[in-house]
């Protein structure tokens, strides 16, 4: 190296320029130095130090900013390669069979036209299969285990492993995708279909990362507060850069690496392709991906090239030629050298001087093998290396970025083609050359008909010995789904009983009233360290502040500063066993932590309380994919729409005025939905949630409560016979009408704020227009419905049956007119079971900001609109006089 030239001032003037320079003479001799490297050696070998000398720093300890790309190659060099600790040849057996069994599956199952995913699996073989073999922990030890959040496009790999463990027969092999018989499989997996096997829904592209991230920190969460050690548990999710895509892939990276889970572990499957062609064509998303995950503070390993390349990378590419053109071959690009011979993969990659003289050494079969099969993700062993070196990681998760080839082992027709997501079965030529490439033990006589068998090397195999000892080593099977868990403790009857009570001359919204009651059930010793309230950042918005210094927020830092508020009584505290999830503007983060709480009974075995609070209608229309997929997990909870209604909110508008949340709710089998109207309706609600989901022979669904922020007297239970079973089953006779005997009578039927305006509407046409009208409170809609379609269904198989809702209103005079702060299709569930004439109010169309009184009047729902309804339907029965409407719309002003 040259002498370097004189130091001089920097010509560019740099933010480290505000920083003091102790030594400006040392400063410039350090920049010239590197001025004569460019010079001398190029810039090329001036970067190659910069990164020893960064990476050096940070080995000392040295706070640096991290370098956001590193080059196209392996992070772990084929010389630190741990030891492999198991039988190389054996495991490769294996995982020949499964792959074998996966493609006969769906094949097998294309001769109905029911599909099936093949080049998925295919792709991410080895991914799994290393970690069934070497990673997965089970049940067996600690009840809780791994949590394996699967690609859901590679279930018939899964499927095929569970066939040679004996798991699964062949005739439940023959059954994939026909699951009307009651014993068929599952396409993809999905617990309440398969729920001894699969414990998270993910085929839903996008919750399943989510998800993984808050089932991490929930397992923290739950050893932090003493409740289960799950320290030895570890989540991995299998995802595929084309899934990264969605916004739900990443919305919680930096949650992960702020609270150090470094107990979660991403496996991504870079085959380079989506649903319909090259995820990045003109760009590579393994560096897009490795940017974007250090740059959330996550520890990336890249597992890109296999064992052919390692002489090329170690020793044979010495001018570092090789490494860039690896950098800067597009995706696209890549994809069409796996399929293309040596002529064309040396015309079009081993360009230059220095890569033409290198492939010129290589042999025509090399350079087809480098790009054909040599990638990371088909070898074991480099696997291996990226699933050790991301287990024994600490402070951060871990991302593994292994590239791979979609379709590998199924032949050229699938092979890297951008059509092999629709490709659904192999012809028998197809797999014959998928036997011999694969070496497996199948005679031609096996293949001689027109249907693919698959093939079991015996229950005595070495095979199935192998794979059921490393099983047994890693704690059982994985993945399995275990409800163990015992029936939690009644609560004590007096936080019930206060609601039940009423508020005296006190004002109270439904809302305080839930929180009060689920504060108060927090004090019980019993179960009362089991509920886990969750709220996206509008605890104050809900009254919940009062549960911050009593409950705490948790974190797992603690409370590392003074709070601005700590001189006052309802204090900001966070603890490393708070209580509280305060999960920030972030919906679909709560609803994932809430998932995760809610399945913790079958996950570890202990039963927890999940208390979702949120905003208006932020709920159900925001996240309505997720409250399916926590369907389908068979989640336990409450979930509760705060500030209900499309007419509360006073000034919020259009965004914010939920009147339809009950009718997205309803399309939810799980979701048991409440709109209730009082205080002592929700003790009713929650206590019998409790007894459902938590006591003796618990069922899988989640409860759904709407509660209004506006204030209102709140009644005792009134002593009506059966008004506890009216309440639960969603309709009871609140408030019947006053003498006299004679004269028009009709039936209100409303449900939450409502109430309140059918009971005005009640004095008004009493008062008014000699009108007796009996009010009903709804506090299900869809509860009434569902029962009465349940009534349905026992006719139709002979059996007797009556709606709930039908008896109900048996005999009840006048027709039926329903009101709510919601949509005319929500009450207008029930209309077909109702005998009398049905007709419905509501807040159909987009919300507005003004004044509750005129927002209500604009959609004719308030007290005045349902008296002039009311005299409406009585006047098309003969009831009341035309005249009567036109003289009721003109004195209540209804008629401008």
């Not at 402070?395 to 593994?400: E, H, I, L, Q």
């Not at 459902?692 to 007297?713: A, I």
Request: proline letters at 7%.
């Amino acid at each position: 190296m040259s002498e370097p030239s004189r130091p001089t001032e920097p010509s560019v003037i740099s933010e480290l320029d505000q920083l003091p320079d102790r030594d400006r003479e040392e400063t410039a001799e350090w920049r010239a130095s590197l001025d004569a490297v460019v010079r001398n050696a190029g810039p090329e070998r001036a970067v190659y130090l910069m990164r020893r000398v960064h990476e050096f720093a940070a080995s000392k300890g040295m706070s640096l900013p991290g370098l956001l790309h590193s080059d196209y190659i392996n992070t772990i060099p084929a010389a630190a390669q741990p030891e492999f600790d198991g039988d190389l040849e054996m495991e490769s057996r294996i995982t020949a069979l499964n792959r074998w069994n996966a493609a006969a599956m769906v094949t097998r199952g294309s001769r109905l036209g029911l599909g099936g995913h093949i080049s998925t699996y295919a792709s991410a073989a080895w991914l799994y299969e290393i970690g069934f073999h070497h990673f997965f922990r089970g049940k067996d030890t600690d009840g809780s285990g791994d949590q394996l959040f699967v690609q859901g496009h590679a279930s018939p790999g899964i499927y095929a492993r569970l066939f040679l463990e004996g798991r699964l027969s062949e005739s439940q092999l023959d059954s994939f995708r026909r699951e009307a018989g009651g014993h068929g499989l599952p396409s993809y997996p999905h617990p309440r279909r398969l729920p001894w096997l699969w414990e998270f829904p993910t085929v839903s592209m996008g919750l399943g990362p989510l998800g993984a991230v808050y089932q991490a920190r929930f397992n923290r969460y739950l050893h932090a507060r003493g409740i289960k050690d799950t320290s030895a548990s570890r989540v991995w999710a299998f995802l595929g850069d084309g899934e990264m895509d969605e916004p739900e892939s990443t919305a919680a990276l930096t949650l992960a690496s702020r609270e150090n889970l470094d107990n979660l572990t991403f496996v991504i499957n870079c085959n380079l392709q989506r649903l319909d062609g090259p995820v990045r064509s003109n760009s590579k998303i393994v560096q897009e991906l490795e940017a974007r995950f250090r740059g959330a503070g996550w520890n990336v390993v890249k597992t890109l090239w296999g064992e052919a390349w390692d002489p090329l990378l170690g020793q044979e590419d010495t001018t570092g030629d090789l490494v860039r053109r690896l950098g800067e071959v597009p995706d696209a690009e890549m994809q069409t050298l796996a399929v293309r011979d040596a002529a064309y993969i040396r015309k079009h990659f081993f360009t230059g001087d220095a890569l033409s003289a290198l492939s010129a050494s290589l042999s025509d079969a090399r350079v087809v093998e480098l790009f054909e099969n040599s990638r990371g993700g088909h070898e074991p062993l480099k696997v291996y290396s990226a699933y050790r070196a991301a287990v024994e990681h600490r402070g951060a998760p871990t991302v593994v970025l292994a590239q791979t080839v979609k379709g590998h082992t199924l032949g050229p027709a699938f092979e890297s083609r951008n059509a092999n997501h629709q490709m659904k079965k192999l012809t028998m030529e197809q797999f014959r050359a998928m036997r011999d490439l694969l070496e497996l033990p199948i005679p031609d006589s096996a293949l001689a008909g027109d249907q693919v068998p698959f093939w079991h090397p015996g229950e005595d195999s070495p095979e199935v010995r192998y794979l059921r000892e490393r099983r047994a080593a890693l704690g059982g099977p994985a993945p399995v789904r275990r409800v163990v868990a015992k029936p939690l403790p009644e609560p004590p009857a007096k936080p019930f009983e206060d609601l039940e009570k009423g508020s005296g001359h006190q004002e109270m919204a439904t809302t305080m009233a839930l929180v009060r009651l689920v504060k108060d059930l927090m004090r019980d010793p019993g179960s009362g360290p089991r509920w886990v309230p969750i709220i996206p950042d509008e605890a104050r918005t809900f009254g919940m502040e009062s549960m911050f210094p009593t409950a705490g927020i948790y974190s797992p830092h603690g409370q590392t500063y003074d709070p601005v508020d700590a001189d006052q009584l309802l204090h900001y505290k966070e603890s490393t066993t708070g209580q509280l999830l305060i999960e920030g503007i972030t919906e679909a983060g709560s609803v994932a932590e809430f998932a995760a709480a809610a399945t913790s009974y079958a996950t570890h075995g202990e039963p927890m309380i999940p208390f979702y609070i949120f905003y208006a209608m932020f709920g159900f229309q925001r996240t309505g994919d997720q409250f399916w997929a926590l369907g389908d997990q068979m989640g336990r909870g409450f979930v509760v729409g705060g500030t209900a209604g499309r007419t509360t909110m006073i000034g919020e508008g259009l965004q914010h005025g939920d009147g339809h949340s009950h009718l997205l709710a309803s399309t939810n089998p799980a979701a048991v939905s409440y709109d209730p109207a009082f205080a002592y309706e929700i003790a009713v609600i929650v206590r019998d949630g409790l007894r459902r989901m938590y006591g003796e022979r618990p069922e899988d669904v989640f409860y759904y409560l709407t509660v209004y922020n506006e204030p209102k007297h709140q009644p005792a239970m009134p002593p009506v016979p059966g008004i506890e079973e009216g309440i639960v089953r969603g309709i009871y006779r609140y408030r019947p009408a006053e003498a006299p005997a004679t004269g028009p009578r009709l039936q209100l039927l409303a449900s939450g704020t409502a109430i309140h305006w059918a009971l005005r509407a009640q004095e008004l046409l009493a008062s008014d227009w000699g009108v007796r009208a009996d009010v009903w409170s709804v506090t299900s809609w869809t509860e009434l419905r569902r029962d009465a379609m349940r009534a349905d269904d026992a006719r139709m198989r002979g059996e007797e049956g009556t709606p709930f809702v039908t008896r109900a209103l048996s005999g009840a005079p006048g027709p039926v007119l329903a009101v709510s702060d919601w949509m005319r299709q929500v009450p207008d569930q029930i209309s077909q079971w109702v005998e009398q004439d049905y007709y419905s109010l509501g807040t159909d169309g987009f919300g507005l900001s003004d004044t509750r009184e005129d927002v209500r009047r604009y959609f004719r729902v308030d007290a005045e609109s349902i008296v002039v309804t009311a005299l409406d339907r009585l006047a098309r029965a003969g009831e009341v006089a035309p005249e009567t409407v036109a003289r009721a719309r003109a004195q209540y002003g209804l008629d401008r």
